[in-house]
């Protein structure tokens, strides 16, 4: 009998119908008997970007969404008008230009482009404004209510009509690329208008982002407002509160925002959602607490008998005693139980007896629980003992998961009555609510399927698998946090609390981010030691930052947020200030300004009802998706270094965050690296590495280019695995493992040299070669890297994994 070890390459990927280097995440279900290399890797030619801003549109939002509509060019051009670097990727001086071609390396007068220039791209919005959740702080009707549709707005309410019908732009100009129709349908396709120059681009999405307003609702949905928009499988139409008191998403499905999701995602784009916000993450799950997670979105608590000072209603129950040093112990509950708690249980005597629970029936004193302050990380569960509001792993798994839960499957629900529970209904009786976390996600997500449903009648959770995959989905949270966290000094040294933002230079960012100052050593487990004070969500002044004054215009000596103020408990201290450019005089009742007179935060100047500066409170919740999505989730400032001077300066408004944002979605524009060298065969030189093409046409065959199948061992067990993968294909799915699987073959090259020229179909494993100074892996000691004939298999999904595979052949005679 006869071994060999042999390398087996397998990933998940799309051609781009160019020179590309895969980054799929890698299957594990491939015949071999150990594992002993794996890595994601994805296509370095991404042809396609799927933009969704998420904007805040709550109150004191309008100058940040002024300060992003400056920056938008900058992000347009970095997307656009990639740097032109040499063949060690160091940067020529140029810019390339979206219309060129390659044979005039884009418009490039020395070197190449960065990245190929985007010429496909769909860039859209969504508010934070998801109504009432079954509550009455905010109303679901006008901008309160946006329904997690895209918006279309100019200022002033009317609509853009280069966003119609859909309500996003499209970026499609005549070029080589949007040539090929199948690989690139014309917005036209679904009754869209193709942008064709950059100029109107940039303007039309200014216009976008300044019509977002300031109208919206003040309890926002930053998280998931989003996630109804990309991933719900079935996004409510309205929550109501039934007869029992609890929660209900009805049966209805928003069929218009389907529409919009399916002609604004494809699936096969690189997808970036930018959040852009000044406060914690305030969204609720309404069915949390046993369906009762909705009263915290109202202003009178059902059943409390506290009263509320300032804003009305009544206050909400307090947590058990052990809560405000321990939030995570079995014994931090809510007062609010106790009333109907088991007497005969001890756990009730002892929540009965708890001093929290006993003064004010257990409820908050009228000044303790204002609305405006009653959302942040660090003060919900150790104030009220529940935490309302959806898990974040649930917005982590949305971006990463391919499958995730449909409404009736984010809880376990049963029935009081004894029936059976149909799609988390029980026809009027009241239902006992598990908490968040289903058992099951059977739905496909929609971030990563191959179509998507339009209208009634359409699946909306067994779909088939697209070929996206979740190194291609990225987050940026542009929120409250110093920018002394995230940047060094001009001399390269280390910033802290008390470091000028004029001393910051913001293209020194920090890397890796050191997120301890920011979020604490541990915040899942509301551990915060470590944590930078500015971060600290807080009512009361914080210790080492100086405290309130009385004196207006008196904004202090810190040089992140000046000094603390006195909030009367109905607002939180802030994470940093920034000047604005111009001070604006305060209306009388105008909610979007701090400055009225009655209070005196570090924002005012010495003339009454004249505010000079912004802020933005720590976004702790934000900030927490975006650290657990690594290389993925990419953090910036509200809080500008100046708005003085040139405008395309890079410390100038948000163009810090643009850069970081750039910066990181270049990575998978560009040739990704592999983690180490690939061990090459003796005598061959090549490297043992198999690399399948899945035709997206069920027709098309292998011999029409030149391609043969694998192996049949290993077509077996690629087809059982993409079986697993294909949905719910009795309801129209596709069956991914009836697709045509073809071998590409690979062409060996030296040391320095590619094939990316090459116009036959073949990939190479290339490496750069410091003696001779040739390049090819770019930034990458070494890179997988496709053909520019590949591009004839346009629409096909790539696999690719190394694995160290024994293979045991026949004996011979």
């Not at 995602?265 to 930018?274: E, F, H, K, Q, Y």
């Amino acid at each position: 009998m006869k071994s060999a070890s042999q390398w087996l390459v397998i990933l998940a990927a799309v051609t781009t119908g160019a020179v590309s280097c895969l980054t799929r995440p890698v299957g594990t279900e491939l015949p071999t008997t150990k594992e002993s290399f794996t890595t994601s890797l994805s296509q370095a030619q991404v042809d396609k970007v799927d933009l969704l801003f998420m904007i805040d549109n709550s109150a004191s939002m309008g100058d940040k969404q002024a300060v992003l509509a400056d920056a938008v060019p900058q992000l347009i051009q970095g997307l656009l008008k990639p740097k032109c670097v040499d063949a060690n990727g160091v940067p020529t001086g140029g810019v390339a230009e979206p219309l060129g071609t390659k044979d005039n390396h884009y418009g490039c007068a020395s070197g190449d482009p960065e990245f190929k220039p985007l010429t496909d791209m769909h860039l859209a919005i969504v508010s934070s404004s998801l109504g009432s959740y079954g509550g009455d702080v905010c109303t679901d009707t006008g901008r309160s209510n946006d329904r997690g549709h895209l918006l279309d707005l100019v200022k002033g309410g009317s609509e853009l009509q280069e966003a119609k019908p859909s309500n996003f732009l499209s970026w499609f100009p005549s070029s080589e690329d949007n040539a090929d129709a199948k690989r690139h349908p014309a917005p036209t396709s679904f009754g869209g208008t193709a942008i064709t120059d950059v100029d109107a681009l940039n303007k039309d999405f200014q216009t976008l982002v300044v019509g977002v307003d300031q109208t919206g609702c003040g309890f926002e949905s930053q998280l998931e407002s989003w996630y109804h928009f990309l991933v719900a499988p079935d996004p409510w139409v309205k929550i109501t509160v039934d007869g029992n008191g609890q929660a209900d998403y009805g049966t209805d499905v928003d069929v218009d925002l389907l529409r919009q999701r399916a002609d604004f995602l494809r699936p096969d784009s690189l997808v970036a959602i930018i959040s852009l916000s000044d406060e914690d993450d305030s969204g609720t799950d309404p069915l949390s607490v046993g369906g009762q997670g909705w009263a915290f979105h109202a202003s009178k608590f059902p059943g409390s008998p506290a009263a509320r000072a300032n804003n009305g209603g009544s206050t909400a129950p307090r947590g058990t005693s052990i809560c405000q040093t321990n939030p995570l112990s079995p014994d931090c509950t809510s007062c609010g139980f106790a009333a109907s708690c088991n007497a005969s249980d001890p756990s009730c005597q002892k929540m009965k007896n708890d001093p929290n629970c006993q003064a004010n029936g257990g409820y908050f004193g009228s000044d303790q629980d204002q609305l405006n302050s009653r959302w942040s990380w660090q003060l919900v569960r150790p104030s009220y003992g529940v935490d309302p509001q959806y898990p974040l792993k649930r917005y982590v798994d949305g971006l990463t998961k391919q499958t995730v839960p449909s409404r009736a499957q984010e809880h376990a629900t049963t029935c009081a009555d004894g029936s059976a529970a149909k799609n988390g209904s029980c026809g009027g009786a009241r239902r006992i609510i598990s908490g968040y976390g289903p058992a099951a996600s059977s739905c496909t997500n929609p971030l990563f399927a191959r179509n998507l449903p339009r209208g009634p009648g359409d699946d909306f959770c067994g779909l088939a698998t697209g070929s996206r995959s979740p190194d291609l989905v990225f987050f940026a949270h542009i929120g409250g946090v110093p920018n002394q966290l995230l940047y060094k000094k001009k001399d390269g040294s280390l910033a802290d609390g008390s470091t000028a933002a004029s001393e910051l230079d913001p293209q020194q960012r920090i890397s890796p981010i050191n997120w301890t100052p920011i979020l604490g050593a541990d915040p899942f487990n509301y551990d915060f030691s470590g944590i930078d004070i500015h971060m600290v969500e807080s009512k009361t002044p914080r210790q080492g930052i100086p405290g309130p004054s009385t004196t207006h215009g008196d904004n202090g000596t810190d040089p992140v947020v000046g000094r603390d103020w006195d909030t009367k408990l109905d607002d939180l201290q802030f994470a940093c200030t920034f000047d604005l450019p111009q001070p604006k005089t305060c209306a009388n009742g105008d909610p979007s300004c701090q400055c009225d007179g009655t209070l005196n935060p570090p924002l005012c100047g010495t003339t009454a009802n004249t505010q000079v500066k912004a802020k933005a409170y720590p976004t702790i919740r934000e900030f927490m998706v975006v650290k657990a999505l690594g290389e993925n989730g990419i953090i910036a400032s509200l809080c500008p270094l100046t708005l003085q001077g040139d405008k395309n300066a890079p410390a100038y408004g948000y163009n810090p965050a643009v850069a970081a944002i750039v910066d990181r979605l270049k990575n998978a524009l560009t040739t990704q690296c592999l983690p180490h060298p690939l061990t090459r065969e003796p005598g061959s030189n090549d490297v043992s590495c198999l690399v399948l093409a899945q035709l997206a046409d069920a027709g098309d065959k292998c011999a029409n280019y030149q391609l043969q199948e694998p192996a049949p061992e290993v077509l077996a067990k690629f087809r059982e695995q993409q079986k697993k993968a294909s949905g719910n294909v009795g309801d129209g799915g596709i069956d991914l493992s009836a697709l045509p699987v073809c071998e590409v073959p690979q062409k060996v090259v030296a040391t320095g040299d590619t094939c990316k020229d090459d116009t036959a179909i073949d990939w190479c494993y290339v490496e750069n070669d410091p003696a001779t100074g040739k390049g090819p892996a770019g930034r990458c000691p070494q890179a997988l890297l496709f053909s520019t004939g590949s591009g004839q298999l346009g629409g096909a999904r790539f696999s690719l994994q190394c694995i160290q595979q024994q293979v045991f052949g026949r004996d011979g005679g």
